[in-house]
C-alpha cells in the first residue's frame, strides 16, 4: 500500500512533491490512518443504517443546491 513516485527528467523538486501529495490523497491512505487512530466501538446495526440514511439524505441535499 505504498505510494511511490519517480522523478522524471526536467522535473521540479516542487512539481514531483506535489504529484506524490496527489497520489497519497487519492489512494485514501491518511484517511484510514486517521481513522485507526483510536480505537472506536464497534457500531451496532441501527447505528450503521441511520449513518447510510444520513448519509443519502444530506447528499441529495447538496445535488440539489448545485442547481439554485
Do not use: G
Amino acid at each position: 500500500m505504498a505510494v511511490t513516485v519517480n522523478r522524471n527528467p526536467k522535473e521540479s523538486l516542487d512539481r514531483m512533491i506535489s504529484r506524490f501529495n496527489k497520489k497519497v490523497q487519492a489512494s485514501r491512505v491518511l484517511l484510514e490512518v486517521k481513522n485507526r487512530r483510536y480505537w472506536k466501538k464497534p457500531a451496532t446495526r441501527r447505528q450503521i443504517r441511520q449513518a447510510a440514511i444520513m448519509r443519502w439524505y444530506y447528499r441529495n441535499l447538496r445535488e440539489k443546491m448545485q442547481y439554485y
